[in-house]
């Protein structure tokens, strides 16, 4: 079930047909290998899983599945400045993750 755009939180709530089982997803797309700000703390994160998805417009698109304690374990911070928290691609890109959508069944 998509929630609705641009709502802070989930962009999608998953539940099972028995309604005993739901979480939320955040879901990135992005048209070409790039990093994903998270903002200026990491408390605000909210969604149990995270779908990273690059080629996005492309036939053959890839999908990154991680919890929520594997954002935050590979964030990152700027060096300066505001110091915002991002995922950059060669953390998120890795095999444990790609295509990894049996692991929604484990949080």
């Not at 641009?6 to 309604?19: C, P, Q, T, Y």
């Not at 700000?37 to 690059?54: A, F, K, P, Q, Y």
């Not at 911070?77 to 790609?98: A, F, H, S, V």
Request: glycine fraction near 8%.
């Amino acid at each position: 079930m998509p929630t609705i755009r641009n709502a802070r939180g989930s962009d999608l709530i998953v539940i099972n047909d028995d309604e005993t089982v739901f979480f939320g997803v955040q879901s990135k797309a992005l048209s070409k290998r790039n990093a994903i700000g998270l903002g200026l703390t990491l408390d605000g994160l909210r969604s149990e899983w995270w779908v990273i998805t690059v080629d996005a417009n492309s036939d053959s698109p890839t999908c990154y599945v991680l919890s929520l304690n594997d954002v935050r374990e590979i964030a990152c911070r700027d060096k300066g400045g505001e110091q915002r928290y991002w995922l950059e691609p060669k953390d998120y890109e890795r095999d444990e993750y790609r295509n990894a959508w049996h692991r929604m069944g484990t949080p």
